[in-house]
T-cell receptor, first 114, second 112 residues
Framework: KAGVTQTPRYLIKTRGQQVTLSCSPI?????VSWYQQTPGQGLQFLFE???????NKGNFPGRFSGRQFSNSRSEMNVSTLELGDSALYLC?????????????FGPGTRLLVL | GQQVMQIPQYQHVQEGEDFTTYCNSS?????IQWYKQRPGGHPVFLIQ?????EVKKQKRLTFQFGEAKKNSSLHITATQTTDVGTYFC????????????FGQGTTLQVKP
């Protein structure tokens, strides 16, 4: 099976702009989670989607939003970008069965806000 | 809210020495997972522990889940340069539908 794919891989934006990141999970996986990774803060949970519904949400401002489509693909959007939003954004998919909760991570999108 | 703390943040060892990273949760966990992220890469799943007091081994890696299901450890025996990377623990407090909260990670450097 193909792994989790994320597009774009690299992105440069300026403050105030908005950005949309895309994630295609492993075929058959219904759960998609998003994480922000920065050197100082580690892996911070953004949100999790399951069957097109947001199941869990982290402690990020409303500028961060996401959605999941019927084919399980997911997008996250960040509006009014700030310098502090510069980070690696990782998407992870999971089969989401009681015995299989492993998160399979994509390569990430590296976002730089100038 | 739920917090997962990991120590140490960094560890430098000589090749052949042992290494241990510890993970502590503020709440009881339903399970704990361990991931490894190589420099420039993304986290890769290593193992999941579910039962109180569980111990699992993968070659030179030994994983433990505490009796109270609030702490865990990863021990590497006789480190090799291929062990370099950041090791994350991640805990879920509410079955398989709660948030998966990651620790800050322990970055391991191995000197040949």
């Amino acid at each position: 099976k193909a792994g989790v794919t994320q597009t774009p891989r690299y992105l440069i934006k300026t403050r105030g702009q908005q950005v949309t990141l895309s994630c295609s999970p492993i075929s058959g996986h219904r759960s998609v989670s998003w994480y922000q990774q920065t050197p100082g803060q580690g892996l911070q949970f953004l949100f999790e989607y399951f069957s097109e519904t947001q199941r869990n949400k982290g402690n990020f401002p409303g500028r961060f939003s996401g959605r999941q489509f019927s084919n399980s693909r997911s997008e996250m959007n960040v509006s009014t970008l700030e310098l502090g939003d510069s980070a690696l954004y990782l998407c992870a998919s999971s089969p989401d069965r009681a015995d299989q909760e492993t998160q399979y991570f994509g390569p990430g999108t590296r976002l730089l806000v100038l | 809210g739920q917090q997962v703390m990991q120590i140490p943040q960094y560890q430098h060892v000589q090749e052949g020495e042992d290494f241990t990273t510890y993970c502590n949760s503020s709440t009881t966990l339903s399970n704990i997972q361990w991931y490894k992220q190589r420099p420039g890469g993304h986290p890769v799943f290593l193992i999941q522990l579910v039962k109180s007091g569980e111990v699992k081994k993968q070659k030179r890696l030994t994983f433990q889940f505490g009796e109270a299901k609030k702490n865990s450890s990863l021990h590497i025996t006789a480190t090799q340069t291929t062990d370099v990377g950041t090791y994350f623990c991640a805990g879920r407090s509410s079955g398989n539908t709660g948030k998966l909260i990651f620790g800050q990670g322990t970055t391991l450097q191995v000197k040949p």
